[in-house]
């Protein structure tokens, strides 16, 4: 069964890969541990799981992309789903999402769905941050889900690619899973390329000889818009990690910006000086979740952070795009986290 | 063009570095000086800052671009055609005063008293404005006049950013006040034909008409609607020529620097109302096509009403935003003695926002 449906859920949300176009390289390589690498499990959870989601659709450029782990060959991903599912999750229902605009999956994804029963397929717009928990759950069961919530405490099970062969290769194969492929890319790398890692390498040497020598650079895990920065980079690797993004600093002006989009885009740079609110209502039009960030920003302003609470503040799933879209390089993210903070501590 | 400015890149970047280090080691120079610096570095090189929370990536449009696509947009809107129109030595003198007295001198000793830190980007819209809705023979001190108070206006309620209406229509309420024989006249009628060397400077000059809304208030005359949405009928030196500006405010719709809903909404409503008005008054008001494509409606509805500080934040109060602009603009021509009512009616609304926003706020979130 085949669900299509243009922008579902939201009108918000950001092409990304439309403005950072980024392209791996086809070859895979592998980095092995130090030490004794860890290894993958998978437990059946204690809840009783009704849905299943597997998210074959990342929207971020940086994400791993699907070819790497479905290698071209999607029914047979799709036979492995079902294995698990006979196997573990008799009674849940399967719902995979896929891109609309990757053309080799949906066909194949399309075929298979034909005699199979027991998936729903639905593509997508592969939009930023449709591939949150909270959209998904939204978009697809049409649970509301609270940001920061654990989707089991729901019967819901959200699963990306590389999980799901992981789950496979682990319990009905028996093998032992201790690496994954990560996706390296970034203007602070010589070239973006694909690696598979040993689960507990350090990210120093994932990194060795792969950053470009001149300038400064920073290290973020899962992504520049949501993920975190790593500033020890003897940090191990763990399942977690999908992607690692590193970024040239840029700390400096540069001359005659106008001219060099190309050059400064992806970059750490702010792109702009720290001006008053406009009022230009880009942060609602591109919220995912019908919010008005500027709200926020003017009762932070005026010193009463609680009434941020009035307008919604709780279904913010900080995905950062109203900090990312703002001309006036307003820190909105930041302030809405200290807003909800404020709420936690009452 | 990035390889012309390739060869002179290190030069500049050099010289402004050091420009920089000696206004920040000596205080009064960075008294002075400090602010005009850091405007006109910020015209030239991007910023120093570097993301330190989530996101660490920031998308590539400034406050900077946003003005910038403001003023192109003004630029073919209305200086390029009242070029033709009006002649250079009209609107080039005009402008310079107006960019002179309003941001170089204005703002800069603005920015010097008050101790800011750079000079907003928003003063060069204002000053581009008040030529444009002055009429063309308004003498050049009026226009001085008026770009001073705009700017001043703007800074005395907080910079851009906090001014609760909009300067350059304040500032032109002002003038209307204390100088009303000047508004009234110099409506110079525009040029028609190929252009020689004395009408490319002069326009036809000395030659003045009523505005079309003062010749529909006086004896009941409508002009042609082509010669109106051409710019061949008489108007302030920047409204004339409707068919450019609602072209260029359809391209700042397009790239989301105008919000499509006042345009839309303003227009709509004073299209309804005046409807409204002629199949129950007749002849006595003016004719809906005539009413929008006459006086400062256009330039108002595009430029002026949709300035985000003044108007809304909020995209269901843009509705009412506007359709109350248009809704006082029509009641000003048809029943008052005034001419014209845009201006009146943007800034009446501009002041209403604040009370719409809170009320459409209060629904939305029901609190």
């Known amino acids: 069964m085949l669900k299509e449906k243009e922008n579902i859920g939201f009108k918000g949300g950001f092409n990304l890969s439309d403005t950072y176009p980024l392209r791996f390289c086809n070859i895979i390589e592998r980095i092995s541990s130090d030490g004794i690498p860890e290894v993958f499990e998978f437990r059946v959870p204690a809840q009783k799981i009704q849905h299943v989601i597997v998210n074959l659709c990342p929207t971020e450029p940086w994400a791993l992309p699907n070819w790497v782990i479905l290698e071209h060959k999607t029914s047979a991903f799709l036979n492995k789903l079902k294995e698990i599912k006979t196997r573990y999750l008799p009674e849940a229902g399967f719902y995979i999402v896929i891109n609309k605009k990757e053309d080799e999956p949906v066909s194949a994804v399309k075929d298979y769905a034909c005699n199979a ?87 120093e040497k994932i990194l060795r000889n792969r950053i470009k020598e001149s300038g400064t650079y920073r290290v973020f895990v899962n992504g520049p818009l949501h993920g975190r920065e790593i500033t020890d980079l003897s940090q191990k690797m763990d399942w977690s990690i999908n992607n690692i993004v590193v970024l040239e600093e840029l700390g400096k002006k540069v001359m005659f910006p106008m001219f060099k989009s190309d050059e400064l885009v992806l970059t750490t740079n702010m792109l702009g000086e720290l001006r008053r609110c406009v009022y230009c209502n880009f942060c609602d039009d591109i919220c995912p979740v019908d919010l008005e960030p500027a709200l926020y920003y003017h009762s932070y302003k005026r010193g009463e952070k609680h009434k941020a609470r009035l307008y919604n503040l709780e279904k913010c799933i900080e995905c950062g795009l109203c900090s990312f879209i703002c001309p006036s390089k307003l820190e909105l993210l930041q302030i809405i986290k200290e807003c909800k903070a404020l709420d936690k501590q009452k | 063009m990035k390889k012309l400015t390739k060869p002179i890149e290190p030069i500049i970047g050099k010289s402004l570095d050091r420009v920089e280090s000696i206004i920040h080691t000596h205080p009064t120079v960075n008294f002075l000086f400090g602010a005009l610096f850091g405007a006109f570095d910020g015209l030239l090189r991007g910023a120093k800052e570097t993301t330190q929370t989530q996101p660490f990536i920031r998308n590539n449009y400034d406050v900077k671009r946003f003005m910038g696509a403001v003023l192109v947009a003004l630029v073919i809107g209305w200086v390029l055609p009242a070029l033709y129109f009006f002649g250079w030595q009209c609107v080039v003198s005009k402008l310079l005063v107006s960019f002179i007295i309003g941001v170089f001198v204005v703002d800069v000793l603005w920015a010097i008293i008050a101790r800011e830190d750079h000079i907003s980007e928003g003063g060069f819209v204002s000053c581009l404005l008040i030529p444009a809705i002055l009429p063309p023979q308004s003498p050049l001190w009026l226009v001085g006049l008026g770009a001073a108070l705009a700017i001043l206006f703007r800074n005395v309620l907080g910079g851009v950013g906090n001014n609760l209406v909009n300067p350059a229509l304040f500032s032109r309420l002002f003038l209307t006040i204390c100088f009303p024989s000047l508004l009234v006249t110099g409506y110079q009628t525009p040029f028609v034909g190929m252009p020689d060397l004395h009408s490319f400077r002069y326009g036809l000059d000395a030659v003045t008409h009523a505005t079309p809304l003062t010749a529909f208030k006086t004896n009941g005359e409508v002009a042609s ?119 009146y009616s943007i800034l009446l609304m501009n002041l209403l926002a604040i009370p719409i926003q809170s009320l459409m706020v209060k629904i939305k979130y029901r609190t």
């Open chain 2, 225 to 343: 609607y082509f010669s109106l949405l051409v710019g061949t009928s008489g108007g302030s030196l920047g409204e004339t020529c409707r068919l450019a500006l609602i072209l260029s405010g359809l391209w700042l719709i397009k790239i989301r620097v105008v919000n499509w809903r006042i345009p839309v909404s303003y227009l709509g409503s004073v299209l309804v109302f005046s409807v409204f008005l002629s199949l129950i008054m007749g002849k006595a008001v003016a004719p809906p096509l005539f009413q929008i494509l006459s006086g400062g409606l256009i330039l108002g509805a595009f430029y002026m009403a949709t300035d985000p500080i003044t108007a809304t934040y909020n995209q269901a109060a843009k509705w009412i935003y506007g359709a109350g602009c248009g809704f006082i603009t029509v009641l000003i021509r048809d029943f008052t003695t005034l001419p014209e009512g845009v201006m």
């Open chain 1, 117 to 203: 029963e027991w998936m729903k397929v639905f593509a997508v717009d592969a939009k930023y941050p449709q591939d949150d928990p909270v959209m998904l759950s939204k978009v697809v069961l049409d649970i509301e889900m609270d940001f920061g919530q654990d989707t089991m405490t729901q019967g819901v099970l959200i699963l990306d690619a590389q999980t799901v062969t992981a789950i496979y290769e682990n319990c009905m194969l028996g093998n032992k899973v201790d690496s994954r492929f990560i996706a390296l890319s970034g203007t602070g790398l010589k070239e973006n390329e694909i690696i598979n890692v040993q689960l507990g390498t350090s990210l």
